[in-house]
């Protein structure tokens, strides 16, 4: 008897089964002599659409919603319906015993195979592979420890809630949206409080008014020093003629040195990577977009084998570990980091703390860091040599001492004004030797009236320093940025909006529909962003209610939680924004109205996204007209500057025009212009249909047309 073994990719089932000793290749299968290894190819199965519960659904009617079904259906996914029936039969062999899922070890990944297992209706026992790592040695460990699959039941039931509770909010509002205002609008329980956060912030920008402000500085010769309020310490003058008065007062006078304070402190190692501070980092430091982050820590992972399993949100690793983490540093004893690394393998033991090793804080993956692979630097990509360097950077760092240095702060007294010097002094340069210079603090990230850090000379109370120049300098406050797409992560994170797995893909569909854009690291809402917020509910905008979700989510997965009352609440909740917008007297102005018209009806064509490029389509749903915006190159060179012209469509047809010289030739006339097979279509439709016409003349306009063709 054999056991069947499920992975969620081709790839990560090829090197399971060559772990397992199947060498005997199938299309859709590897078999041994113990195992059968087959693969999903990510989801297979997927909740039915509306139109496959009654075909009225198909068009879509404000009249017809909510869509809430008593039971919710799977289908099988056509595109893969192959690879699944391939799956089924393997199922169905007399010598399959039991089966082992392994899927990516999350929630998404229980769910694909699970739904799997319901279309087949798998009966007998199976167990669960979980693993952080996609090494020969996880693998067979994995193997060896897998657990009975109803350990991962709540898992399983958190993954149906919440895919359920996407369909639900998302479709019904998205239909609601699209049908009441005959637009493109697409709305959800997570990307719309996620929008709603960007608007907030360019209402933010939009309110602010700059405010002028003064600083000002002296020289003491050896150091400067800044103005700051006795009161309140702010150095901050909003009256330029204050500023002035300070400044004269003090110019050309000795002060004395009233308070020397100096401190030792310390900085703690960062912590290892959760995906979240990953693509934050990334972000910040290469300007990978969280998604592009996502994808080449994927190939890290399952690919290359170099690091452990990316989707969590942990950053801490687990007792069980420890053994291994001396292995992992040999692994990495390569190229740029081994000078890193020798100091700590000499030792006799690494320094583990708390702030590395922590159970309580590992929920199911523990931190990204490199596993035990030998690494060859030459096989990544650039953009893979980068990531790799943020995650063993992180990791070597954990093992080194804490950052030390001695701050000392210095105020000096001049005719009753105060003023300010700080300075810096490392004691013990500890993990921050592990960055060099990417390390150190940069004056250029201070705000403006913050003092700068300057080396000191030896200074004790009762000291004289003379003012040897003054200077006021002008400012104004400044408005919030923009988020950048680590900004957003954060505030996602924060709020908790989404997971570590799908917050990079709620970034990028906003993007993909349209309502939010990128200007170089920002992100900030278009127009049709704008007015989309106005439209759905005030409950929808807030990230609480999603938070609130979310919690719930995870309270499920943990077996502490109340699947059907939270689906209950999640159907009662989808009727009520569908009757907030069926009810909502807000008006919508499409924001992407051309001035080209629908050759069919007459209306003007609006642009959209579509995943060939900008589409340019009818807003009447029932003319379905639709072609490419983009400018179209023809072979025809300009017979000026000889670049290639673009293909036009005027009043009297087509024609080409140089957009450098704005030489134009025509390229057809209206009477020559060929007809398209919709124009043909609807041509034969309205003189076939006439009264008054016979059949013959039908018969004779289709030879007509035929002939054309010739």
């Not at 693998?139 to 359920?164: H, Q």
């Not at 912590?271 to 910040?284: G, I, M, S, V």
């Not at 500890?430 to 850090?453: C, F, L, Q």
């Not at 994170?493 to 993007?511: F, H, M």
Request: proline letters at 4%.
């Amino acid at each position: 008897m054999k056991t069947l073994v499920l992975a969620e990719k081709p790839s990560v089932g090829k090197d399971i089964a060559r772990v397992l000793g199947c060498n005997q290749k199938h299309k859709n299968y590897m078999e041994g002599p113990k195992y059968i290894v087959t693969w999903a190819l990510g989801h297979l199965v997927e909740l039915a659409e509306p139109e496959d519960y009654d075909p009225k659904y198909k068009t879509w009617k404000l009249e017809d919603l909510p869509i809430l079904p008593e039971r919710m259906r799977l289908k099988i996914i056509r595109e893969t319906s192959h690879q699944f029936r391939a799956i089924s039969q393997l199922a169905k062999r007399k010598d399959i015993k039991d089966l082992i899922i392994a899927t990516d070890a999350g929630r998404e990944g229980e769910l694909v195979a699970r739904w799997i297992m319901e279309m087949i209706k798998w009966k007998k026992p199976f167990k669960r592979l979980w693993i952080s790592s996609q090494t020969d040695k996880a693998i067979r460990e994995g193997f060896a420890n897998a657990k009975p699959g109803s350990v991962y039941d709540s898992l399983y039931e958190s993954a149906v809630c919440r895919a359920e509770a996407d369909w639900l909010i998302g479709l019904n509002v998205t239909r609601a949206l699209t049908t009441k205002y005959n637009a493109q609008l697409a709305a959800g329980r997570v990307q719309t409080p996620t929008l709603a956060m960007i608007i907030q912030r360019e209402e933010e920008i939009r309110k602010f008014k700059p405010t002028e402000y003064w600083t000002l500085t002296v020289d003491f010769g050896a150091f400067s020093g800044m103005w700051r309020s006795g009161m309140n310490q702010n150095s901050r003058i909003f009256k330029k003629e204050a500023a002035q008065a300070i400044d004269q007062k003090v110019s050309g006078q000795t002060g004395k040195v009233i308070r020397v304070k100096t401190s030792e402190k310390t900085e703690p190692q960062p912590l290892a990577y959760d995906l979240t501070e990953l693509q934050r980092d990334a972000n910040k430091r290469y300007g990978f977009s969280a998604k592009h982050t996502a994808n080449v820590l994927q190939r890290l992972y399952e690919h290359h084998k170099l690091v452990t399993y990316p989707r969590t949100d942990s950053r801490y690793l687990t007792t069980d570990m420890v053994p291994t983490l001396k292995s992992r540093l040999e692994s990495i004893e390569v190229g740029p980091y081994a000078q890193l690394v020798r100091p700590l393998l000499k030792q006799k033991s690494l320094r583990i703390t708390k702030r590395i090793v922590d159970d309580s804080k590992v929920t199911d993956h523990h931190a990204i860091i490199p596993t035990e692979e030998p690494v060859r630097l030459n096989d990544l990509t650039n953009d893979e040599r980068k990531l790799y360097d943020l995650i063993v950077r992180r990791f070597i760092a954990l093992f080194y001492p804490p950052h030390r240095y001695e701050s000392v702060q210095i105020t000096i007294d001049v005719t009753g004004e105060e003023f300010y010097a700080t300075g810096k002094t490392v004691k013990d340069t500890g993990w921050k030797e592990v960055y060099g210079k990417d390390s150190s603090s940069s004056n250029e990230d201070r705000e403006e009236d913050e003092p700068a850090e300057q080396m000191l000379p030896s200074l004790h109370e009762g000291d004289s320093v003379t003012v040897k120049h003054s200077a006021i300098h002008s400012h104004l406050t400044k408005p919030p940025l923009r988020y950048t797409e680590s900004d957003l992560l954060a505030r996602m994170e924060k709020n908790n909006l989404g997971t570590p797995a799908t917050r990079a893909d709620i970034i990028e569909k906003l993007l993909n529909i349209d309502t939010i854009e990128r200007q170089g690291n920002r992100l900030l809402p278009t127009k049709k962003g704008l007015q989309l917020i106005e439209l759905v509910a005030n409950e929808l905008r807030s990230p609480e209610l999603t938070a609130k979700w979310e919690r719930q989510l995870e309270n499920i997965a943990r077996g502490k939680g109340d699947a059907k009352h939270f689906l209950s609440g999640i159907r009662r909740q989808a009727a009520a924004l569908v009757k907030e917008i069926t009810q909502s007297d807000v008006e919508y102005k499409p924001h992407n109205v051309t001035g080209s018209k629908c050759p069919e009806c007459g209306q003007n064509l609006r642009e959209i996204k579509g995943k060939r490029g900008k589409m340019l389509v009818c807003p009447d749903r029932e003319c379905g007209y639709r072609r490419s915006a983009e400018k179209q190159l023809s072979n025809k060179r300009c017979p000026q500057c000889h670049k290639k012209m673009e293909i036009r469509t005027g009043k009297a047809g087509k024609f080409l025009q140089c957009k450098a010289c704005n030489v134009i030739e025509m390229l057809e006339d209206k009477k020559g212009a060929q007809m398209n097979k919709r124009q043909e279509r609807a041509l034969l439709k309205k003189y076939s249909s006439s009264e008054g016409l016979t059949a013959n003349l039908g018969e004779m306009l289709k030879a007509a047309l035929e002939s054309s063709k010739e």
